[in-house]
């Protein structure tokens, strides 16, 4: 099994799962799993927020540039 949660790489855990014939033990490498995903998606997370289309002009603002 792996040493500690998180730290091993999803694959390796997803290989130990496949040969797993313990319930508890299979449940524990299954939430090891899932742990390792998420950090590995974190991981590959953009750091800063996408950018968003500057704000469109409200119909009051539109209609007091027209005047």
Do not use: H
């Not at 694959?11 to 508890?24: G, K, M, P």
């Not at 995903?37 to 704000?55: G, H, N, V």
């Amino acid at each position: 099994m792996a040493p500690n949660p998180g730290t091993s790489d999803w694959r390796t855990i997803a290989e130990q799962i496949s040969v797993e014939t313990d319930t508890q033990k299979l449940n524990a490498l299954v939430n090891q799993l899932c742990s390792a995903l998420d950090e590995e998606a974190k991981r590959k997370r953009p750091t800063t927020p996408p950018s968003f289309p500057p704000q469109l002009p409200t119909t009051t603002a539109i209609a007091e540039a027209r005047s």
